[in-house]
Structure formats: C-alpha cells, structure tokens
T-cell receptor, first 110, second 116 residues
Framework: GQNIDQPTEMTATEGAIVQINCTYQTSGFNGLFWYQQHAGEAPTFLSYNVLDGLEEKGRFSSFLSRSKGYSYLLLKELQMKDSASYLCAVNPGNTGKLIFGQGTTLQVKP | DADVTQTPRNRITKTGKRIMLECSQTKGHDRMYWYRQDPGLGLRLIYYSFDVKDINKGEISDGYSVSRQAQAKFSLSLESAIPNQTALYFC???????????????FGDGTRLSIL
C-alpha cells in the first residue's frame, strides 16, 4: 500500500525555527514535494527532493533520506504569514501522479 | 489572470442533481488532474489525464466522470450528487516536458461544493 504520515498540527513562535516531518511507505519513489496551503486557497509548490540531503531555498529548507523513507521541511525565522498547512507528497513512479499526506497545520503565534 | 481557472468557485446543490465543475489552463501543460480535499484526509486523486486522448481513474473515481475537451480544458461531473461528495475540489496541471518526476503540479483556486 501507499502511506504518507505527517503530524496533524504544530504550533511555533514568531521568529523561531520549526521542523515538519514526513515519513512515507510507497511502492516506488521518484521524488518528494512540499506544498504550502493557506486556508481556503490553492496549494503552492515549495520544494522538491529526489536525492538524499538538504535543499535550501531562502527561509525554507527540505531534507530527504531515501533509506529511511523520511523527509522534513525546515522553516526559519518564522513569520505570522507562515501560518498554513504544509503538504508532503510523493511521486511513486515515473509519472506526474502524486500521493499526498494529510497535511500539517502550522500555527505561528506572536 | 490565473494560470489554472476553476468554475464555479462555490456551489450549493441538492442530492440527485447533476453537477459539472470546469477547469481551464493557460500554462500549455499536457497533464491535468482532479482532486478532492476533505478535512483530515488530505488531497485525493479522482481522475487524471496525460493528454486529450488519455483519461485515467485515480483512487476515488466512483461517482465521478471527466471529459478532456481540449488540452486546456478538463471537466469533472457528478452524475447524481450525494451529500458525502461535499468537499473542496481542486484541478491541477503539470508539464512532462523535462521529465515528469520533478515537475510540480500547479493548482487552481478550488471549488467549494456543498450537497444538501
């Protein structure tokens, strides 16, 4: 079967650092995506990992360990506007189809 | 203008009615997808199309049908709506041109559908 797990909710303080974890068990692996989704809005693409290691993009970084079936999204210098849901998605094959986790709702407090 | 446009944005209807949700895109992407999103369940794939002549079922296609009228248009129909189809529906596109695996999907703003 295909399974992607993320924590349902997290809370962090403005200016702090937060790490959102994602574990996956899929029939194959051809890349992992992170999306941000503000309430009532469309998901927007944040990052893509296919090789092990860290990808940094401004305040956001994403890490992948294929042997552990594990990824995390790291958000630094948190801002109030970072309050959103963060979706982890895996491409299990050589197509554009994605399997999404249920998402992690992050609340940033002053 | 949005690259991926969904209409309507909101719809309230009654059980048993036929409903069509429309999606159009100006990105020139071949691949289009329909998802539904429910609280606690994330995004689930209903149907997807890799070109005009290619339609495939996703994980939850029962009760839904689709039509790919052109590269830019992909419609989702509920033939006889039922209350448990109340959800937020998203259309998405992606570009296979440079290798499908690393191309992100681009989402429309969603259609909030309520079936009474």
């Amino acid at each position: 079967g295909q399974n992607i797990d993320q924590p349902t909710e997290m809370t962090a303080t403005e200016g702090a650092i937060v790490q959102i974890n994602c574990t996956y068990q899929t029939s194959g692996f051809n890349g992992l995506f992170w999306y941000q989704q503000h309430a009532g809005e469309a998901p927007t693409f944040l990052s893509y990992n296919v090789l092990d290691g860290l990808e940094e993009k401004g305040r956001f970084s994403s890490f992948l360990s294929r042997s552990k079936g594990y990824s995390y999204l790291l958000l630094k210098e948190l801002q109030m506007k970072d309050s959103a849901s963060y979706l982890c998605a895996v491409n299990p094959g050589n197509t554009g189809k994605l399997i999404f986790g249920q998402g992690t709702t992050l609340q940033v407090k002053p | 203008d949005a690259d991926v446009t969904q209409t309507p944005r909101n719809r309230i209807t009654k059980t048993g009615k036929r409903i069509m949700l429309e999606c159009s895109q100006t990105k020139g992407h071949d691949r289009m997808y329909w998802y539904r999103q429910d609280p606690g369940l994330g995004l689930r794939l209903i149907y997807y199309s890799f070109d005009v002549k290619d339609i495939n079922k996703g994980e939850i296609s029962d009760g839904y049908s689709v039509s790919r009228q052109a590269q830019a248009k992909f419609s989702l129909s509920l033939e006889s709506a039922i209350p448990n189809q109340t959800a937020l529906y998203f259309c998405a596109t992606s570009d296979p041109g440079q290798g499908a695996s690393n191309q992100p999907q681009h989402f429309g703003d969603g259609t909030r559908l309520s079936i009474l």
